[in-house]
């Protein structure tokens, strides 16, 4: 049952309030059909693709179903029902894919789902403007195909393209596979719409860049619902490319790789795909084409043909003065077969072992220490079965880490204890070297009482200022992003 | 005087408050000698570049002098002169460099001034991270050749470099000359640190990327003092190139030349520098170059000489398919020596002419449109000498407009006048064709009442949500980027 916390949404209220079933009722008279009750449907929005929710259900500890979910079709639809639940004090949790994996979604007693899957489809595309607006609910991969037919592309490839949506990814701060050329998603945004908890609607300005006080976007790029629900994007395009060509390297060490990439990074090289994989990993993926203890780095190189010419060149030349050596491009195939394809947990939760992979984030200097940190840490934890790492996202001043790791411990019941303990060392590693907590999964459940580590007394202070203008009840995906709004049973 | 009006800070109080002395001492009892009253500080930090500030001055109707200026050294002044002000009600007023042209910085009576003179330098520079930390008043020339003695440079390069601070160009959301390869402030900011009103530390996390909620920078982004005072920043910066080579063409209009640049944008090609003038200004700037009645069209290529080269050709190429004829590189020069000469405004108010630049921005379709719209409706206004443009920043999916006027109204009384209807048919065309009324100055005052036509009444009720948040009583920056938030006669 909840609790009453500090701040925000405090559980379902005692008296005063509508029953459960008068809340449905209320909803129904606002919303008619939208709201749907059906026990197949509550099931199918009662959480994200979090691993821990995962294992409650598995061990039938799952959380509660949503009184009801609304299918809006459209702004004005998600505006009137998060009228409603405002006037009504009913908590909301927006849906888009579901794909999220630090559970964003996690539906609290008492609570109603706002899904945006009836929301989809292209509204308007400009092929001289490179421009395309899309329903927040649209599929990742329905979006790229529909610009894809006009000989574009959205450039932006998470590995949850069939399984996220647009309003998703902005509102989990996403980042593609391509993101080392293309940007991440608040890279290739152009405007937005959303609803804001009292049900009006803000719309940012169609220009290709502004300075008329803070970027609006930026609100809701990350707000994974506790500031509303977004109802519209406008992605500015790319053509798709004229050439495009793999390359692959090895090198002695994941620290050599790195500095490779940090060398032609720093120069302005910028290949669409570069990642680099410990030599733990490099075995796992690339044992056909990597020798054994080896680092492996794949690139994707994409644009104007001649572009492409010179970029490999010089990529190559930098490789090898750091030591690496050509490695057969067969990989880079191999990887553009696999990359989409997003394992299951629950084979593995069947077995007692316990999984999941930590996006961190540091700077150049920092990255091997914390690469070390990091897996020297978690080989500690009892149980421990597997801790490696790749790199995956490259900047000028630094690279993230996507780390990996899974365990079995000797005690079935202690899988979630488990699982705590190994994030709580890789963050604990990311904050050592002063790096950030999170790179692109957001913060959700997992993170949110590490959320402090980023940002800070004030920094939290100052979202939480913002959370209590806009939705002072807290009604908002309440338990996500902040810590302390609300003391459930969900929250780690 | 200042009236009562719905939200914010209402002018000094008549009882209850301390008087405008007290006010004096008290700061002094917390920041000693860091508090100046001799006349010519004051009189230094009284307003900003603004041209209706000019033209105050020049007419006698100057606003009132600060009570006090805060030459604050370091961000434990900065928090305490906050927190002083705001125990005390009294407003303040952050000052940078005071180079801004949008009436960002025009005293309120009885208010402070924060300077962030004394806070100047390098804190840090790491040259394999390629990082740079300075405190929030280095004036930027300053910063750049800090990190150009490295082989570095930051790749920002606003035409106020000379007269601007590393800190304001956080605040305005500044643009620089090379933005349209290495893009606006907020790509080349990689931390800062500021300070709350309430006196309280923000310090963003030094990570090449993060999903870890809202982005913190943005609030800061664009703020213009009206949510703290930014202390320090840290860039992630670029080698110095190992090729630079310009380049020209000149073009049969306007029109020809802005497909040109829409069509090597478009692909991917990105030469930092990208200008396009219409003939009036290919005229005034390039008559030795530019044949008359011809559009001009100069490019600098930056980065590894591999890729200069194959950029220069494939801007060529497309350049000549759009019907441009190549000019003499001596164009691109003659830029890069006058390029940060500002011109200054006295000279011709006191001719009796207003005159100003107004930089809006527009997708690719809609750049022609907005520039007839702009200029043709400019030529109506009595007493017009001047209307022309110029495109300067470059995107996938859009440019900006740069379009600069002069009128010299029969009636030197209509100086003011006549520059607010210029300033109204401009903002009007750039939100006829559904662009942005704000490129890269801010909005001050300037703009502040059109703000409603770039965020919509919703985003307005956005920033006021958090601005009430922050500074309840409105003490920041009164009168700033907020429409309404007060009534003082300097006030357009």
């Keep these: 049952m909840l609790e009453p916390s500090g701040t925000g949404y405090h559980g379902p209220h005692d008296d005063g309030d509508l029953t459960l079933t008068n809340r449905v009722a209320v909803l129904r008279a606002a919303l008619g059909d939208r709201v749907r009750t059906e026990p197949e449907v509550l099931a199918a929005h009662r959480r994200d693709s979090w691993v821990l929710s995962e294992l409650d259900d598995l061990e039938g500890r799952s959380g509660p179903l949503p009184l009801a979910v609304v299918e809006a079709r459209s702004t004005v639809e998600v505006s009137r029902a998060l009228s409603v ?17 630090c559970g964003g979604v996690a539906v609290p007693e008492g609570a ?7 929301m989809s489809g292209l509204i308007e595309l400009d092929s001289s403007d490179l421009t395309a607006s899309f329903r927040a609910g649209t599929w990742g991969m329905e979006a790229e195909r529909v610009v894809q037919g006009h ?6 490839w998470p590995q949850s393209i069939d399984l996220s949506t647009v309003g998703g990814w902005v509102a989990t701060r996403a980042s593609g596979q391509y993101s080392t050329a293309y940007g991440s998603v608040e890279d290739v945004l152009l405007d937005l719409e959303a609803v804001l908890p009292d049900g009006s609607v803000v719309r940012t300005r169609r220009t290709p860049r502004a300075s008329a006080g803070p970027d609006l976007r930026q609100f809701f790029l990350g707000s994974e619902g506790v500031f509303g629900v977004i109802t519209e994007v406008t992605f500015s ?13 090895h090198f002695g060490g994941f620290r050599e790789g790195v500095e490779a990439m ?7 090289w910028r290949p669409p795909v570069v990642r680099l994989y410990d030599a733990r990993e490099s075995e796992r993926h690339f044992a056909e084409t990597c020798p054994e203890g080896r680092a492996m780095l794949i690139l994707l190189h994409e644009g104007p043909a001649a572009l ?10 930098t490789c090898h003065a750091a030591g690496g050596v050509e490695a057969d491009v067969a990989a880079v195939d ?3 077969l696999e990359r989409n394809q997003v394992p299951g947990f629950r084979p593995f939760l069947e077995k007692g072992i316990i999984l999941d992979t930590i996006e961190v984030a540091c700077t150049w200097s920092r990255v091997v220490e914390l690469y070390e940190r990091a897996t020297r840490s978690l080989a500690e934890v009892p149980g421990i079965l597997l801790a490696s790492a790749h790199s995956s996202h490259s900047y000028r001043s630094g690279t993230n880490l996507y780390i990996t790791f899974a365990a079995r411990p000797a005690d079935r019941d202690q899988m979630a204890a488990t699982y705590r303990e190994c994030w709580r060392r890789t963050l604990d590693a990311a904050v050592a070297v002063g790096g950030g907590i999170a790179h692109h999964h957001g913060i959700g459940r997992v993170r949110r009482d590490r959320l402090v580590d980023e940002i800070g007394d004030a920094g939290i202070a100052l979202l939480r200022s913002l959370k209590r203008g806009l939705d002072p009840e807290g009604l908002c995906n309440p338990g996500v992003l902040l810590p302390g709004d609300d003391r459930s049973r969900r929250d780690r």
Tied chains: 1, 2.
Excluded at 112 to 118: E, L, Q
Excluded at 262 to 268: I, L
Excluded at 308 to 317: I, K, M, N, S
């Design 85 to 101: 639940c405002r006037a009504e004090r009913i908590p909301v949790v927006p849906f888009g894919g579901g794909s999220g994996v």
């Design 112 to 118: 109603v789902v706002i899904s945006t899957a009836r």
């Design 237 to 249: 395009l790319r053509p798709l490319p004229e050439a495009s060509r793999g390359q692959a390297f």
């Design 151 to 156: 000989g574009l592309t959205i450039g932006h």
């Design 308 to 317: 492409v010419e010179v970029q490999r060149a010089a990529v190559a030349e």
């Design 334 to 336: 191999k990887w553009l």
């Design 262 to 268: 940090r060398r032609f990074m720093r120069v302005g």
